[in-house]
C-alpha cells in the first residue's frame, strides 16, 4: 500500500471523530480507494491498527462512539444490498437444489475474525469495545441478510462468555449483540435461555433493561418478562410495561395476567410507572381491540376484579377528552337509563365509572351528570324494580351451576346499580324520601340477597346525616326483619258458626215479616204503627250488620308478629349492626336502642352454632366497645377468649377487636377490669420470663394481666396459621409504633419473624413489618433505644438455632446490618444538633465490647468487631476514653488475626478521631459524624463532605435494599435523601460535574495516531 492510501485511511478516521462529518461520503471514499486495490491484506492491517485506539478507550466519548459507528458502517457497506420479494421468489425457484454461495464480504470476515480473537483481552475496555462493534456490525446489517454458520456460531459462543463478563457494561453490549442471533421457536435456544437467566440472577438494573429490550417474546420468555414488572428498580418496570405495550398482544395473555398487570401498574410507587401504563400499555390494548372499552372490560372479567376494571377505566377517562366521553357512554335510553334487558356486568361497570369520574369533577360535571344519569326518584324505581326481580335459589338450584352463575351476575349488576346511588343529586327532598323509601324496603324484604344488604345500609347511612336518626332507622328495620308480620289463619268454631247463621237466618225472616207489616200498615193509613215497625226494621237492620262483621272477623286471618332466628336472618340483621356502628363517630355514646340490640341481638349470638353469624356478631361486639369504655371493661376478657378458642377467622376478628381496644384505651383499661377475669387466659411459666417487659404507659396495670396478654400474643406469633401470625405481628406493631407499649424482647421476636424464611411467602407480612422497622426507629431517640436493647438478644438466638431450624438458614451479618442502619443518630427524622451528646451507638459499641470479652473465643466476635467500624459514634470524650479502654483489653484477650485488625484500626480510629475534632470545631463547618467514612482525611471540609455522602448512603440502606434480599419491595424509595442535612450544598459538586463532563468531550484520538505516526 501507498503512502496516500495510508494517510487516506488515517484521515477518514480523524473525520469520523467530529460528529459534523458526513460518514455516509467517508464511508464510499474509503470503500472506492478499497475496491481499487489488488492486495487488501495491507489495508485490513492499516485499518485494524487505528481501530485499535478507538478501543482501549473505556468511556463513551463521542470522539470514540464517532469512530465506532463509522467502522460499523463501512464494514456493513460491502453486504449486498437487500432484495426485494420478488427477486428473492425467483432466486429460490431458480436455486432450489444448488447451495448458496457465501455472501461474506473478505473485510467484514476480517473485522469479525479480529474482534473474536480480542474478545478474551484481558482489558475490559477492550471487550467492551469489541461488544458494541459486533453488536453495532450486526445490527447494522440488512434484515435477510446472511452469515456463514461458522461464525454465526462463534459470535454466539463468544457473546454467551460475554454475558457473563463482570463488567456490566460488557454485558450490556453483549446481550444487545445476540439480539438477532436469538431463535424464539427453539425452546433450547442458548441465547434465550441466557437472557433469561441474566432477567433473573443480573445484579446490575441497566443489564436487565438491555436484556428486556431485546428478548423475542414466546411462551418461554413471556413469564420472565411479566416478572420484571414487579423489579425493584423503577427503570426496569418501567421498561418491561412498555416492551409488553408494544410486543405483546392482549389475547397472548391470561386473564389473571392482564388483571395482575393493570393491578400493580396502576399502583406502583413510580409516577413513571403509572404513566408508562396509562399512556401506552392501555392504548395499545386498546388499539388491538378497536377502542372498544367494554370489549377490554370482558377481557378482565370484571366480576372478579371490579376494583381493578374502575382503576382502568378512571385511567382511561384520565386521557379522554369530555366531548368523547359523552359520546362514547353507554346506550341509555331516553329516561338515560340502561334498559333492564340490556344489562350487563360490562356496561354497567361503565356506566357507574363514568358517573363517579364525572361525579369527582365537582361543580364543573354537574351538567355532563345530568345527561348520564337521571333524576332521584326515576332511578329509586328503577333500582326497586331490578332487585325485586333477582331471584331467590332453592337448595336444588344452587346445585345446578348455571342458575347459580345467573344469580351471581344478576347480583353483581344490583351491586353497581347500588353503588351509583352515591352519585344522584339527593338536594331536592322528594327525590331523596324515596330513595331511602326504597333502601329501606329492599333492607326490610327477606327475598333480598345477603351480598346486597352491606351496600344498601351503607349507602341508605350516607343520606342520613344524624348519628340518632341512622340508629333510630337502622333499628326499626332490624326489628321489622327479625319480626315480620304474619297472617295467621284462626281455627273455625263450627257451633259458633252455626248459631251466627241461625241468628242470621232469624234476623232476616223478622225483617221480611216487618216489611210486609209495614206495607199493609201504610195500606190501611195506620201512620203511627207505620213509623214504629219502620224504627223496628233499623233496628234489626243493624243486628244482621253486626252478625255479618261477627262472621267476616272469624273467617280473616289474624296479623301477628313471629321471630325469625335462623342464620340467614341473624347475619342479616348483625351486617346492618356493623355498618352502623362503623358509620358512627366515635364520640357517639352507646344509647338505649344499642344496648337493646347488644342483648336481644349481637351477645346472643356469639354463642350461635353458626360460624358467620358468630363472626359477624364479635366484629359488632368489638367495634360498638370502642364507643364506651365500660362496655369495653365489660366485655374484654371474652374477647381474649374467643381469641383463643374458636375457628381461626373469628379469633382473628376477636384479635383485631383487641388490638383497637389497647390502641384506644390503652393498658389502663386492664387496670380497670376485674383481676378475677383474666383467669381464663393461658399462662405458659415459660413465656412469662421472656415478655416482662410491658408497655410502659400502663402505669398500675397488674403484672399478671398485661403479662397474660403478651403471652397469647406472643404464642400467636408462634401460630402455624399465617392470617393470625399476620394479624398479631400487625397488631404489635401498632401497639409499639403509637407508644402503647415498649418491649425490646417483642421486637426482637418480630426481627426474627420477618427474617424467619418460614414467613417467606407472606408477602404482607414482610411489607408491614419492613415498613415499620422504618418509621419505629427513625420517631424518636427512644425508639432506637429500644432496638439496641434488641440487639444482643436477637444475635444469641440466631447463633444458637439449631441446625433444624428455619432461623439456622438467615444471614446475621444481614440482620445486624440492619440494626445497626435502623440505630444510627443520623436516621432519625430530628437528628439532634448536639454531636457532643451520647448516641445510641455508643451504648451498642460498649455492649458488644463487653460481650467480647466474655468469650473472646466465640464465633461471634468476628461480627461484633466487624460492626464496630460501621458504627457512628459520638464526639463524647468520656465514651472515647471508656471505649479505648475495652478496645486494649480486647486487642490482648483476642487471637483472631481478622478480629485484631479490626479492632487495631478501630482503636486508631479513636486516636485519629480526637485531632479532627480538634480541627472541626475550629473551623466554621456544621459538626459532622467523622465515623462515617473509615477513610477520614485530616482536612475538615473534605472530612465534612465524606460524612454527609455517608448520610445519603444511610438513607438508602434503610429503604429496604440491605435489610433483607427477600424484601423486594417499593421501601427503598420512600426515604431517599430525607436525612440529608440541610447543609449540605449541591452547587459547587453540580458545577464540577458539568466542568468534568464538557472535559471529556474534548478527548481527541489524533495526538496518539500523529504520536505512533512519528515513532514510526
Known sequence: MTADNEMDIKEAFQRSQKGHNNKAKLVASLKSRYNKLEDKTLFHEEFVHYLKYAMIVYKR???????????????????????TEEEEEQQQDEEEEEEETDDDHPFLSFIFNFLLESHKANSHAVRFRVCQLINKLLGSMAENAQIDDDLFDRIHQAMLVRVTDKFPNVRIQAALAMTRLQQPRDPDCPTINAYLLILENDANAEVRRAVLSC???????????????????????KLAYQVLADKVHIKALTIAQRVGLLQQGLH?????????????????????????????????????????????????????????????????????????????????????ALCEFIKGKGDDGDEMLEQVLPDAATYADYLCGYLKAVPVLSEEQRADFNQLELVMTKEFISQQLIHLVGCLDT??????????????????????????????????????????????????????????????SQPVDEKESRRQQVQLAEVKVRILEAKQTLDDCITAQDFSRAAELKDSITDLENHRNQILQEIAESSQPAEIRTEKNDPETLLRCLTMCAELLKQMSIKTRIGPTISALMSSLILPSIANAHPAVRNMAVVCLGTC?????????????????????????????????????????????????????????????????DEAAVAEEKGDVPEDTAQSILVMLSEFLDSEVSDLRTETAEGLAKLMYTGRMSSAKMLSRL????????????????????????????????????????????????????????????????????????????????PSANTEEVCVHDYLAVRMCGEMLKDP?????????????????????????????????????????????????????????????????????????????????????????????????VCTAKGGRKPSRRAESSEESNSDGENVPKSVSMVRPSRRAKTAALEKTKLDLNPLINQEANVS
Open 751 to 830: 426481627v426474627l419473624l420477618w427474617y424467619n424464611p418460614v414467613t417467606e411467602d407472606d408477602t404482607r407480612l414482610r411489607h408491614c413489618l419492613g415498613v415499620f422497622f422504618q418509621l419505629y426507629a427513625r420517631e424518636s431517640r427512644v425508639h432506637q433505644e429500644v432496638v439496641e436493647e434488641s440487639f444482643l438478644p436477637t444475635v444469641r438466638t440466631l447463633m444458637n438455632a439449631p441446625a433444624t431450624s428455619p432461623l439456622a438458614e438467615v444471614d446475621i451479618s444481614n440482620v445486624v446490618e440492619l440494626l445497626v442502619e435502623l440505630t444510627r443518630p443520623s436516621a432519625l427524622i430530628k
Open 61 to 83: 466519548e463521542p470522539t470514540v462512539e464517532n469512530v465506532i459507528e463509522f467502522v460499523a458502517r463501512f464494514a456493513t457497506s460491502f453486504q449486498s444490498p437487500p432484495k
Open 427 to 488: 338536594n331536592e327532598e322528594g327525590g331523596r324520601k324515596r330513595v331511602l323509601a326504597v333502601l329501606q324496603e329492599m333492607l326490610a324484604l327477606p327475598q333480598t340477597p345477603s351480598s346486597l344488604v352491606f351496600l344498601l345500609t351503607e349507602k341508605l347511612l350516607t343520606l342520613i346525616s344524624d348519628d340518632h336518626r341512622r340508629i333510630q332507622t337502622v333499628a326499626e328495620i332490624i326489628s321489622d326483619v327479625m319480626e315480620p308480620i304474619m297472617e295467621a
Open 857 to 953: 473465643t466465640a464465633p461471634e466476635v468476628r461480627l461484633y468487631a466487624k460492626t464496630l467500624s460501621n458504627l457512628e459514634l459520638s464526639r463524647d470524650e468520656t465514651v472515647k476514653k471508656d471505649l479505648q479502654t475495652l478496645l486494649q483489653q480486647l486487642v490482648q484477650v483476642v487471637t483472631d488475626r481478622v478480629c485484631l485488625r479490626a479492632l487495631e484500626k478501630m482503636v486508631s480510629q479513636l486516636v485519629d478521631s480526637k485531632e479532627q475534632a480538634e480541627l472541626l470545631s475550629a473551623s466554621a463547618l456544621q459538626p459532622l459524624d467523622v465515623n462515617a467514612d473509615e477513610a477520614a482525611t485530616d482536612d475538615p471540609s473534605k472530612s465534612a463532605k465524606r460524612a454527609k455522602r455517608g448520610q445519603r448512603k
Open 268 to 352: 406502583d410507587n413510580s409516577e413513571a410507572v403509572r404513566e408508562v401504563v396509562c399512556s401506552r400499555l392501555l392504548p395499545a390494548w386498546l388499539l388491538r381491540l378497536d377502542g372498544n372499552v367494554i370489549e377490554l372490560l370482558h377481557r378482565l372479567d370484571v366480576e372478579n376484579c371490579a376494583d381493578t376494571a374502575l382503576d382502568t377505566l378512571k385511567a382511561i377517562f384520565k386521557n379522554t377528552p369530555t366531548e368523547e366521553l359523552l359520546q362514547n357512554r353507554v346506550q341509555l335510553d331516553n329516561r338515560k337509563l340502561i334498559p333492564v334487558d340490556s344489562l350487563t356486568c360490562e356496561n354497567v361497570l361503565y356506566w357507574r
Open 215 to 237: 428478548i423475542a417474546m414466546s411462551p418461554q420468555t413471556l413469564p420472565k418478562v411479566l416478572k420484571r414488572t414487579r423489579d425493584i428498580k423503577e427503570n426496569v418496570r
Open 625 to 689: 366497645t370502642l364507643h364506651s369504655k365500660e362496655l369495653a371493661k365489660t366485655h374484654m376478657v371474652l374477647l381474649l377468649q374467643i381469641a383463643q378458642l374458636d375457628e381461626v377467622k373469628i379469633r382473628i376478628s376477636a384479635l383485631r377487636a383487641i388490638i383497637d381496644l389497647l390502641l384506644l384505651f390503652g393498658f389502663q383499661l386492664l387496670s380497670e377490669t376485674a383481676v378475677t377475669q383474666a383467669g381464663p387466659l393461658s399462662q405458659s411459666p415459660d413465656k412469662q420470663e
